[in-house]
């Protein structure tokens, strides 16, 4: 990882050379002379280190410094003062700089520490990209389903090629996010893992949230800020809820997907990040697409891998292990002593359907370890008429409602609910309801 350095000094005899050392030292090295040249610096891009001398041409380092650590809170900045001037040092230390030099500046000196600063930068980096990994390796657990088994070894081979999109669809609550952070994790060596919620988000700030913005892009913009499409480089941008982006914003998606490059909102320049996008909904997006609400050839460009997360009520294979390793998970922190399940709360388990899926099973998992207190956990919530959720009506299902209909009318509509079903493919459809083509046609009402 290369560290980028901000160097303010006004002596150019001192600035080059020392530039000079830093740029050998493997540092990414910009200058300034003046607290003017520095904010247009900070402005243009964000340094992971400023080394600032306290006596400018136009202020104080010292003064300045609660302005930059205000604008850049993540930079470690380094404060150059006089010979014995212990007083600014401290004064230094208590605005927030993680270190001092005192002039004359030895060019080892500089260096080493640097070096340190650039270290600390590194280490926290390291730790933010560890409780990532953390976070998701400690949610999957080993599944026993077919059809989730099926699900890990598509992704298990789409980790192999690093850039293409893929797309997640499933119900809500499947555990999407958890399946992106594992794609994430089945690249070694690679960048962050950022996630955006895209429903979360006001339509007047999508595109600086995802793109970033130059200073001066809008009345609040007072430096330029990188976006997450920049901050997932090298690594993966889950986009979460994909479906609901605005369609303005659905052709600047397909512009980086296609390319791998993308400007800043008020910018003129083009960047690139090699991110890879996945995206999840939990919407049809080929109804929404008919309905002009998203673009057909974003989906398609997203689809070149499709992966569907299978319900809880799917892998049943999994619903208790599952829920052993999140009781274990809640009584960790919620302070509690590990607790098991009675032999009427297994059963309780294997009927209940989880129209919330993973979701829903930690959330009863988290009353009943609140409210419950005995040895083991009964899990009474999941007894219908006990003021748990009421049995849900399966979602896939089928239903006619209204008065009686004649049988040709209500084949017709279950051709349709069919073909809903597999996403308008119509030979898939045909096959699944075990009846030729020109038959299927006719049944549709099309022939």
């Given at each position: 990882?290369?560290?980028?350095?901000?160097l303010?000094?006004?002596?150019?005899t001192?600035?080059?050379?020392?530039?000079?050392?830093l740029?050998?030292?493997?540092?990414?090295?910009?200058?300034?002379?003046?607290l003017h040249?520095?904010?247009?610096?900070?402005a243009?891009?964000a340094?992971?280190?400023?080394?600032l001398d306290?006596?400018?041409?136009?202020?104080?380092?010292?003064?300045?410094?609660?302005?930059?650590?205000?604008?850049?809170?993540?930079?470690?900045?380094?404060?150059?003062?006089?010979?014995g001037?212990?007083?600014?040092a401290?004064?230094?230390?208590?605005?927030g700089?993680?270190?001092?030099?005192?002039?004359p500046v030895?060019?080892?000196d500089?260096?080493l520490?640097?070096?340190?600063?650039?270290?600390?930068?590194?280490l926290?980096?390291?730790?933010?990209r560890?409780?990532?990994?953390?976070?998701?390796?400690?949610?999957?657990m080993?599944?026993?389903?077919?059809a989730?088994?099926?699900?890990l070894?598509?992704?298990?081979?789409?980790?192999?090629?690093?850039?293409?999109?893929?797309?997640l669809?499933?119900?809500?609550?499947?555990?999407k996010?958890?399946?992106?952070?594992?794609?994430?994790?089945?690249?070694?060596?690679?960048g962050?893992?950022?996630?955006?919620?895209?429903?979360?988000?006001?339509?007047?700030?999508?595109?600086?949230?995802?793109?970033g913005?130059?200073?001066?892009?809008?009345?609040?913009?007072?430096?330029?800020?990188?976006?997450?499409?920049?901050?997932?480089?090298?690594?993966?941008?889950?986009?979460?809820?994909?479906?609901?982006?605005?369609?303005?914003?659905q052709?600047?998606?397909?512009?980086?997907l296609?390319?791998?490059a993308?400007?800043?909102?008020?910018?003129?320049?083009?960047?690139s990040?090699?991110?890879r996008?996945?995206?999840?909904?939990?919407r049809?997006?080929?109804?929404?697409?008919?309905?002009?609400?998203?673009?057909?050839?974003?989906?398609f460009r997203?689809?070149?891998?499709k992966?569907e997360?299978?319900p809880?009520?799917?892998?049943?294979?999994?619903?208790l292990?599952?829920?052993?390793?999140?009781?274990?998970?809640?009584?960790a922190?919620?302070?509690?002593?590990?607790?098991?399940?009675?032999?009427?709360?297994r059963?309780?388990l294997?009927r209940?359907?989880?129209?919330?899926n993973?979701?829903?099973?930690?959330?009863?998992?988290e009353?009943a370890?609140?409210?419950e207190?005995?040895?083991?956990?009964?899990?009474?919530a999941?007894?219908?008429?006990?003021?748990?959720?009421?049995?849900?009506?399966?979602?896939n299902?089928?239903?006619?409602?209204?008065?009686?209909r004649?049988?040709?009318?209500?084949?017709r509509?279950?051709?349709?609910?069919v073909?809903?079903?597999l996403?308008?493919?119509?030979?898939?459809?045909?096959?699944?309801?075990?009846?030729?083509y020109?038959?299927f046609?006719r049944?549709?009402?099309?022939?």
């Amino acid at each position: 990882m290369t560290t980028s350095l901000l160097l303010v000094d006004d002596d150019r005899t001192f600035s080059s050379l020392a530039a000079s050392v830093l740029t050998q030292e493997g540092f990414q090295v910009r200058t300034a002379r003046s607290l003017h040249e520095t904010r247009t610096a900070l402005a243009r891009e964000a340094p992971d280190l400023v080394i600032l001398d306290r006596r400018l041409p136009d202020g104080d380092g010292l003064t300045f410094l609660p302005e930059l650590r205000a604008q850049l809170p993540g930079t470690v900045v380094l404060l150059v003062t006089a010979h014995g001037d212990i007083a600014s040092a401290v004064e230094a230390i208590k605005a927030g700089a993680r270190d001092y030099l005192a002039k004359p500046v030895e060019l080892d000196d500089l260096v080493l520490r640097a070096r340190r600063a650039a270290q600390d930068v590194q280490l926290q980096e390291r730790l933010r990209r560890a409780e990532s990994t953390l976070e998701g390796r400690r949610r999957l657990m080993v599944s026993h389903s077919p059809a989730m088994q099926n699900t890990l070894r598509m992704l298990e081979r789409i980790a192999t090629s690093p850039r293409s999109p893929v797309l997640l669809l499933g119900e809500t609550g499947v555990g999407k996010e958890v399946l992106a952070r594992h794609l994430h994790l089945l690249r070694e060596e690679q960048g962050p893992f950022v996630h955006v919620n895209c429903a979360a988000l006001p339509d007047t700030m999508v595109e600086s949230e995802l793109f970033g913005y130059e200073r001066g892009a809008f009345t609040d913009a007072r430096t330029a800020r990188r976006g997450l499409v920049e901050v997932a480089n090298g690594g993966l941008l889950f986009l979460d809820e994909v479906g609901e982006l605005p369609l303005p914003l659905q052709a600047k998606l397909l512009t980086f997907l296609d390319k791998g490059a993308f400007r800043r909102l008020g910018g003129s320049s083009e960047l690139s990040s090699s991110a890879r996008v996945v995206a999840a909904t939990n919407r049809h997006l080929t109804e929404e697409v008919a309905a002009g609400r998203f673009r057909e050839d974003l989906y398609f460009r997203l689809s070149v891998f499709k992966v569907e997360v299978p319900p809880l009520r799917a892998r049943r294979e999994d619903v208790l292990p599952l829920a052993e390793s999140l009781v274990a998970e809640l009584c960790a922190e919620l302070g509690r002593r590990p607790v098991g399940f009675s032999a009427a709360a297994r059963a309780r388990l294997e009927r209940y359907p989880f129209p919330g899926n993973v979701r829903e099973l930690r959330n009863v998992l988290e009353r009943a370890l609140v409210l419950e207190s005995g040895p083991a956990l009964e899990l009474e919530a999941l007894v219908p008429g006990t003021g748990g959720p009421p049995p849900p009506a399966d979602p896939n299902a089928f239903v006619v409602a209204g008065p009686p209909r004649p049988l040709d009318e209500v084949e017709r509509l279950y051709v349709r609910h069919v073909l809903e079903r597999l996403e308008g493919r119509r030979m898939d459809a045909a096959r699944a309801l075990g009846i030729s083509y020109p038959t299927f046609l006719r049944r549709l009402g099309e022939e």
